[in-house]
Every structure is written in C-alpha cells, then in structure tokens.
C-alpha cells in the first residue's frame, strides 16, 4: 500500500527518519560507555535501560523505513469535482458546519482542520460531491453528514 506524501511532506519524513537513525547510532554508542560505567551486563541498570531504547527506537525507525519505502510523492489537484487528497471541505456533520482540508502523510494537524487522507472522517468523504448527504460509521458512531463546496488546497 503506497504512502502519499507531498513533496514538502515527504522531505520532512526524510528528516524525521535520519533523526531516528542518528539517534540509534548515539545510543549504541552508549553501550560501551555503559560497560565502562556500571560493570556487568547482570547488574547493570543503565544497560538494560540503553537496550529497551534502542528497541523502541529500532522500532519506529523500521516502520519510518518501510513508510519511505512505500512512499508516493503526489501534487494536490487545481481543480476538484469530488472530495480526494488534497481537497478543502466544507461540510455539516450532525448538524454542525466544519472546513477540513485532506491532506498527505506529514501535513495533517487536527487542530488546524488539516486531516490524514486515511483518517475515518476523510475517508467518508473521498469520492462523494458537493450537495450530497452521506451517512458514514465514524467511530463507534453513525454519522449524518452533508457536503456544502469542495474546492482545491490554496497552494502556498
């Protein structure tokens, strides 16, 4: 499954997964200093300690590795017809109106509107139309909502 990043999404997961690797790099290099510092592997807190974080770390660099692997850099469309990626809604859900955009992997901020494409709101709306009304399950709730306009993303 691919991973859709824009460009500028997609240099900011190249910096984020450098940092990871940099910082693995650093934490292996503790262990030596570790043996230097506390004795036994046996009866050493601190390089127990060293080895949970270098597999959490490990970790979230693996999954960073195999999201770059599969990444997918993708410009937001100019002109829109149906909510995708990279689309600006405005919508009513349960009779509230809201503006989201759907944005790419890297971009998305709830707190300012701004929602992962794979979010289960975003999802619901990808292929539907200004003017329809839409019941979509969201959580462990059914949802009415009604799309008012769809348009492009301002591009920056």
């Known amino acids: 499954m691919p991973f859709y990043f824009t460009q500028k999404g997609y240099r900011s997961q190249i910096a984020k997964t450098s940092g990871l690797e940099m910082k693995l790099r650093e934490l292996k290099k503790g262990i030596q200093s570790s043996f230097e510092d506390g004795g036994?592997?046996?009866?050493n807190a601190n390089y127990e300690t060293l080895i949970h974080e270098i597999?959490?770390?490990t970790k979230r660099?693996?999954?960073e590795q195999r999201i770059l692997s599969q990444a997918r850099v993708v410009e937001y469309p100019v002109h829109i017809e149906k909510v995708c990626l990279?689309?600006?809604v405005l919508f009513t859900l349960d009779g509230e109106r809201k503006k989201i955009q759907i944005v790419a992997y890297g971009e998305s901020d709830p707190v300012l509107g701004k929602i992962l494409y794979e979010a289960p709101l975003?999802?619901?709306l990808i292929g539907h139309e200004a003017g329809e009304k839409i019941t979509a399950q969201i959580g462990d709730k059914s949802r009415e909502i009604e799309i008012?306009?769809?348009g492009p993303i301002a591009q920056p």
């Open 40 to 43: 036994s592997i046996h009866d």
């Open 55 to 57: 597999e959490i770390v």
């Open 61 to 63: 660099f693996t999954d």
């Open 86 to 88: 990279g689309a600006e």
């Open 122 to 124: 975003a999802k619901a």
């Open 148 to 150: 008012e306009a769809i």
